[in-house]
Structure formats: structure tokens, C-alpha cells
């Protein structure tokens, strides 16, 4: 049977595993290193669309450390794909990305669950007779963004500021701090936190997992 390639035109972007095949590399579709890379994909989703996507299918946040290609950031803003701030309009920024978070964090209603122990040994179910805890604030879990590259002007003013730190696989991480341990919320807050620092051409990728 032949197979049928579809064109170019049904997609945006070319995806690149990186070498411990967490780390995924977004490139638009006419760059050409997404074009000579040995191994790629073709795809019509944004990093956060497909975390997004896989999310929803899957029920959990994959463990993929997604980004845009540093070469292929398109910013809606003039400063460019690796724009210089100063320390007021760093921490103005920050200011506009940590109020972004904590509104969205806010506006999550995460689903409470009981904790206790199971009947028997590895069971899913609840032995009543026993201690239990309700947890309003359902599932806990971590948050953080990853600004790369680390040494761009926006992740050395991170540093600076006492807010960031490196993060495993490179790039500066800002942790989210905010909303108890409830995973839902941390989650909502650093996706909005990284929403808005791409509006100002920054490089940024929400992360989390569970407890």
C-alpha cells in the first residue's frame, strides 16, 4: 500500500527529541535545522497545545520538557527573540507574570480528595475504620517555569533577584511558591506566569508534577 505523506501546509512546526528523549524542540517548519535533523516530527501544535493535548488524553502532565527552538521564537513584541531588559523592567515583568499566576492559581475549584489506608496491601480502596484526612485542595504536586537560555538578560535578572535558579537540563527555573501544595493551582499559576513572559519574547515553558 503507498503511504500517503500529507504536505507541509497541514502543519506549523517540526519537533526534535533531544538525546534523553524528554526534551522536545519546537522549530518552524522552514528552519533549517528542524529541516536537516535526522530524526523529526510535523506538527500543528504549540508546546503547551500538545502538553495540553497530552494531558487531557492521558489524564496527567507528560514528562516532556517542551520549548521552542531558541532560533525560531517569533515574539509579538519589538525587543526580538533575545530581548535585554533592566532590573526595573525585569522586575516589572516578574511583578506581571507572579499577579497573572495568582489569579489563575485562584480561580481553579481543584477536586478534594480523602487520603487513608487501603483495605489491603496495594488496594485502591479506603479502609473508613482507620485514620483519614480530606484534603480540600485535592492533589499535591509542584510548579515551576523554565526561562531559557540561561544566560539571556531576563534569566540573569532572575538569579539576581533572589527568584530564580538553574534547572536540570539547563535554563533558569522560578518555582512557584504560591497556593499551598494544591498541584491544580501551582499548575494553573505557572502556566499563565510563562503565557506572560512570552508576550514579551522571553523563552518560557510551564513544568510540574505530582508529590
Known sequence: ????????????????????GRRMTWHNLECKTGKNAKHSIRT????LERRETI???RGYDPYYDDHMAHCCLNPTNTKGSNPT??????????????????????????????VGTPT????????????????????C??????IRP?????????AKLGIGSSAYGGGM????HDHGQSYERKQKHASAYAAVLREYGIEASPNSRLD
Open 1 to 20: 500500500m503507498e503511504r500517503i505523506v500529507k504536505p507541509d501546509s497541514d502543519y506549523k512546526y517540526r519537533i526534535i527529541s533531544g538525546y534523553d
Open 44 to 47: 500543528a501544535y504549540t508546546p
Open 55 to 57: 494531558k487531557n488524553k
Open 85 to 114: 531588559f533592566t532590573t526595573r523592567e525585569a522586575q516589572r515583568i516578574f511583578a506581571h507574570a507572579h499577579r497573572a499566576g495568582i489569579e489563575a492559581g485562584n480561580a481553579v475549584d481543584p477536586m478534594p480528595m480523602v
Open 120 to 139: 489491603t496491601f496495594l488496594g485502591n480502596d479506603i479502609d473508613y475504620s482507620k485514620k483519614t484526612y480530606y484534603v480540600p485542595e485535592g492533589m
Open 141 to 146: 504536586g509542584f510548579a515551576w517555569v523554565v
Open 150 to 158: 540561561a544566560n539571556s538578560s531576563i534569566a540573569r535578572h532572575a
Open 173 to 176: 527555573e522560578i518555582s512557584v
